[in-house]
């Protein structure tokens, strides 16, 4: 339980959710949830559909959702082969209506998601960002160390964009830029004046890419030293290993263009040889290591990687509350108590509550969240349906 002094914590300000509708969206045929509660949590056997409201809350933002589904996955396997998600939320501008959502024949069609903004259509979910934040933790990322390089770097760019929403964008340009490179060069009718110009705007979107990565991480890796005596949690640090970012350690934006732009052009005929573009930030990775001792992540156990996982997600929340001029994102904790013990458990509550976040947790017992208890609402999740507990 909250005691009394933790009662002192400032009124919750951050965003939240008031009301989740989901229709026909994976499990679930129809569902409506009220929310008036600061946490939310999830409790039901593996398999319920715990991570698919998760899921579906996680689609009111850009991207492909904490699952990274294909459109058409989210679909109710009985239903009409269509879905919708809609929320009514109290975000950083205010009271706000947001759904999303696709038809059957949209799907057919290769249509995208469909996004409204208070009944209106908007061109693509970007145009959320700018009522409400979302931040993740999903068992999936206890792998990141040990996975592929592209998951990390999909991880360290999901970091990216919370800090710099803009490099969504530049990273969107600079794959479609790629990809028209890539089919260029195994085109019998490629020409050179246009494989030029593709590789100058990769050149701009890629050191841009960069450069972006270069000063989101500086600040995340300051913000996790400058809490390092007030959180149990071990400092994260990260480096990131990249030939185009640590470059820009040595010369400017502008030469480092140069620079990519001559070796795209030397690499045409090795690439088409080898069927990629071989030169660039799509190449990057990077390090974790734990602050205090040195350690690199993929080095620790499973408990400390889950503990410098928390570190980052953390302070990825304090940059966007401070970014949103104090108004907290919504998180996602997906099955959070795996691999915390009880006493690290309850400090990663208080340090939840010191966010003033609203937060949705998943998890097998109602146990694991005692701590919260007097500030939760505890929902009971079967298979398509959920009640309150």
Request: hydrophobic content about 40%.
């Amino acid at each position: 339980m909250i005691s009394s002094d933790q009662n002192k914590h400032p009124k919750f300000i951050g965003a939240d959710i008031k009301k989740l509708i989901l229709t026909d969206f994976r499990n679930y045929k129809y569902t409506s949830i009220e929310i008036n509660k600061k946490f939310i949590v999830l409790i039901g056997n593996n398999g319920a559909g715990k991570t698919n409201i998760l899921e579906a809350i996680s689609l009111l933002s850009p991207g492909r959702g904490i699952r990274a589904a294909s459109t058409s996955d989210y679909a109710r396997k009985d239903g009409q082969g269509g879905w919708s998600v809609f929320s009514e939320l109290n975000g950083i501008n205010g009271m706000v209506r947001v759904g999303t959502g696709i038809t059957k024949e949209q799907i057919t069609d290769g249509k995208r998601r469909q996004c409204r903004l208070d009944g209106s259509f908007v061109g693509s979910p970007s145009f959320f960002s700018s009522h409400v934040q979302f931040i993740s933790l999903t068992p999936v990322m206890d792998r990141l160390f040990i996975g592929s390089s592209s998951d990390r770097r999909k991880f360290l760019d999901r970091l990216v964009i919370s800090i710099d929403p803009h490099h969504r964008i530049n990273l969107g340009k600079y794959e479609k830029a790629m990809a028209q490179r890539n089919s260029l060069l195994f085109s019998s009718n490629n020409n050179d004046k246009w494989i030029d110009s593709i590789e100058m705007q990769m050149s701009e979107y890629g050191v841009a890419i960069a450069s972006a990565r270069v000063v989101a991480i500086k600040i995340l890796n300051e913000e996790i030293i400058s809490r390092k005596q007030h959180s149990v949690f071990p400092p994260a640090i990260i480096s990131i290993n990249g030939k185009y970012e640590s470059a820009l350690n040595e010369i400017s934006a502008t030469d480092l263009e140069k620079v990519f732009i001559s070796e795209l052009f030397e690499s045409r005929n090795s690439d088409r040889r080898v069927g990629r573009t071989t030169n660039g930030p799509h190449r990057t990775d990077f390090t974790l290591f734990h602050g205090t001792t040195g350690i690199e992540a993929e080095n620790c156990s499973t408990g400390e990687q889950k503990n410098l996982l928390i570190s980052i997600v953390l302070a990825e929340a304090r940059i966007s509350k401070k970014k949103n001029n104090g108004i907290a994102p919504i998180m996602l904790l997906d099955e959070i108590g795996a691999h915390l013990d009880s006493k690290r458990l309850n400090n990663l509550y208080e340090e939840i509550i010191a966010l003033n976040a609203q937060v949705w947790f998943t998890g097998i017992e109602a146990e694991l969240f005692n701590y919260i208890s007097d500030h939760a609402a505890f929902k009971l999740v079967t298979d398509g349906s959920i009640k309150s507990l």
